[in-house]
């Protein structure tokens, strides 16, 4: 199946390798007429010239009407500008009733009162104690799972609610063995229940003394946001029949060193679990920093470059061909923008390219270092006299990690970015598999191919571009129900994309191909 231009509009499911050849067979009979005889033709011109997404070009686009073949201006043109290529511009997925309606379950108080019920236990610390029922991280673990239960009860069989323990041997920051527990509730898909995704907060706490497990540790911020973030959404969740099964998790050990999360990501890796997709929501409970200033509609999504688990020989291929910002985990966190940065949220999601923080680390770690996408959601900007110190007054200021200093507002806004987030993940179709740029001929054409889907509701597939210097992806090109295209654009000038589509017109995060 050959492609140069687009006939449908880019909300369409797909359209027909039938339909494209006839539109690029119009457009190009069409302008061949108005040039000289002496210029090449437009497909000519669109497989042997560069890219620019310039103004003149994007005006272009424009111009030309939706239905309309989107062909590259002829080689000889006198303007040396670079011509656009086949496609129209991306847009954003916008929520629908169902996922508006979810979104306005989300409970400002119920996330509140989980936050400070957290921190009422005192201490959370890992090498706390385990078996006293009101102080410790054994306290909290015990009410987290009884809460995950009571949602369950509600789901009609759907979600089941359990601890996952192991004993952790002494290492780094942890001096003696110590059994590490993280609260799973799996609420259980209806369509493709082998797709899994997982959302986190570690309900740990610390003091300035990492190895400090006594001393109150009230831990609002880091993590109990993170953790009300993720019960809420069980709670809303539990009640719906997502098409994928969703993983809401509460970890521990993660103040020690991700020992919870690793674990759990391990356990995953070693079933042959497909997790497409991971978030870790780690400081996210307050919108003031620590000059004072709010930033109240902006939240950070932290998504790695090359992978963290990246063999030898990807990174081989990466280095001869590009891909640098074209991890499953950015994947990810586009499709997180185009899903969750909208009116219904009322958050500015705000991608930033790399795993995370300076000399700091989350739990989304665990899971790419098995190989996972996974990203971290944080606040837009930290007050660290709130996170890892002791509870204290000094020179008239008050430190610690109280939950005074949180915006609740804010955690529930956070709570409805996840909620879109991981809702619009699991009715969508699941990320193309083996997706693959053919390289087997020099040809200034680009072939793509990948595996069917199995979503009983899948209408198709899409295929995106952009220009190597462009951050995100900006054209889009429906191809049909197929599994194989040739795009009229050369796979040297380009980057290029696969995503399914739905009946519902839900798409998946794009399949960023390898050559083979």
Sequence with gaps: MAINASPADNTSPAGTASQASSASQASSASQAGAASQAEATPTTASRRTFLSLSTAAAAAVTATGAGAALTAAPAAAKERGWPDGPGKPVADQRPDAELRALLREIDQDRVEANVRKLVSFGTRHTLSV??????????????????????????????????????????????????????????????????????????????????????????????????????ELARVMAKRRPEATLVFTAVAGEEQGLYGARYQAKQYRTASADVQGMFTNDIVGSSTADDGTRDPRSLRLFAEGVPTAESPGEGDVRRSVGGENDSPSRQLARFVSSVADNDATGMHVRTIYRRDRYLRGGDHIGYLEQDY????????????????????????????????????????????????????????????????????????????????????????????????????????????????????????????????????????????????
């Design 130 to 231: 385990q078996d006293d029922p009101e102080r410790g991280i054994g306290a909290a673990r015990d009410w987290i799972l009884a809460e995950m239960k009571s949602y369950a009860a509600a789901s009609g069989g759907r979600m089941t609610a359990e601890l996952q323990s192991y004993v952790q041997e002494p290492g780094p920051r942890i001096p003696t063995a110590t059994r590490i527990t993280n609260v799973v509730a799996t609420l259980r898909g209806s369509a493709t229940p082998d797709r899994i995704y997982v959302v986190s907060g570690h309900y740990d706490s610390r003091v300035t003394d990492v190895m400090n497990a006594t001393a109150d540790a009230p831990g609002a911020d880091d993590d109990a946001s993170g953790v009300a973030v993720v019960m």
């Design 373 to 516: 996408p996974a990203a971290r959601f944080t606040e837009p900007h930290e007050d660290f006299a709130h996170q890892h110190q002791d509870v204290r007054v000094e020179d008239g200021k008050q430190y610690g990690d109280l939950p005074e200093f949180c915006d609740f507002a804010y955690i529930a806004r956070v709570a409805k970015v996840n909620a879109a987030a991981l809702w619009s993940l699991a009715q969508a179709p699941g990320t193309p598999k083996n997706a693959r740029v053919r390289t087997s001929a020099l040809t200034n054409d680009t072939d793509l191919v990948w595996d069917r889907g199995a979503e009983p509701d899948l209408a198709g597939y899409e295929v995106v571009w952009r220009e190597t210097t462009s951050p995100d992806w900006t054209h889009v090109i429906p191809v049909g129900n197929v599994t194989e295209v040739r795009i009229d654009l050369s796979k040297d000038n380009a980057f290029f994309g696969v995503r399914a589509v739905d009946r519902d017109g839900h798409r998946s995060p794009v399949a960023f191909p390898v050559p083979g």
